[in-house]
């Protein structure tokens, strides 16, 4: 694993923009929230917004708040070098892979954050996450599953429950997990998303509108894209 994580990373440069291209054409149903992301508010920004105020990864913050996937990969497999026992720094470096599209060394990095930090949901959402990007669902909900074990108050797990179910075609634990998360956090827009576009392709129009209102009220732009989706 480290073998992978530490090779050359200058190829990045000229290659990220091509790799997210690729991601974006991938054609699978669930890209269309993975789309959204990049275009909207981070789904995990609150997940990263922990290293502010903790000094021991003050450097990391600037390479989040500017995207520079790069140079946050760079910085994270610098301070894995020193200390390979750091659960966070597996999860920052597993970050910054995610977004460059890096998806089967973010995988990797992520389970290395829960096999060091079993009791923290923040891995097991993003490792659930990585392995539902990748076309894995089996492998996500059991790590969603853990994570929920971890944390019952995360709603994050549960959206990514919720769009687990969806693309699976499991109408009611999709409906259920989305309005978990909502019930925890009625200003969570990718709950309402997920649960407009679990409305839309059930032809359930009570829910779309549902949904679709309160993602206007809370961020017209994603509204737009549940309308376009």
Not at 10 to 22: C, D
Not at 82 to 87: A, D, H, S, V
Not at 110 to 137: C, H, I, K
């Amino acid at each position: 694993m480290r073998a992978v994580l530490f090779r050359h990373y200058g190829h990045y440069r000229s290659n990220w923009v091509a790799l997210a291209a690729a991601l974006l054409l991938a054609g699978c149903a669930g890209i269309v929230q993975s789309m959204l992301i990049n275009a909207a508010p981070d789904l995990f920004a609150v997940t990263f917004s922990q290293y502010e105020t903790r000094s021991e990864f003050k450097e990391s913050v600037p390479l989040i708040r500017n995207k520079d996937w790069l140079g946050l990969t760079i910085l994270a497999r610098q301070k894995l070098e020193r200390e390979p026992g750091r659960g966070p720094w597996w999860q920052i470096a597993g970050y910054g892979h995610m977004q460059l599209g890096e998806l089967t060394v973010a995988r990797d990095c992520f389970a290395r954050t829960t096999q060091l930090m079993p009791e923290e949901v923040s891995g097991w959402n993003l490792l659930a996450y990585s392995l539902m990007r990748l076309g894995d669902p089996a492998s996500a909900l059991r790590a969603i599953e853990r994570g929920i074990q971890s944390d019952p108050a995360s709603g994050l797990s549960f959206v990514i429950l919720g769009d687990l179910h969806r693309e699976a075609g499991r109408v009611k634990p999709a409906l259920q997990a989305y309005e978990r998360a909502i019930d925890i956090d009625r200003t969570d827009m990718f709950a309402w998303f997920g649960l407009g576009l679990l409305g839309k392709r059930n032809n359930d129009a009570a829910l779309y509108e549902r949904a679709r209102t309160n993602l206007k009220a809370l961020h017209p732009p994603m509204a737009e894209q549940l309308e376009k989706a």
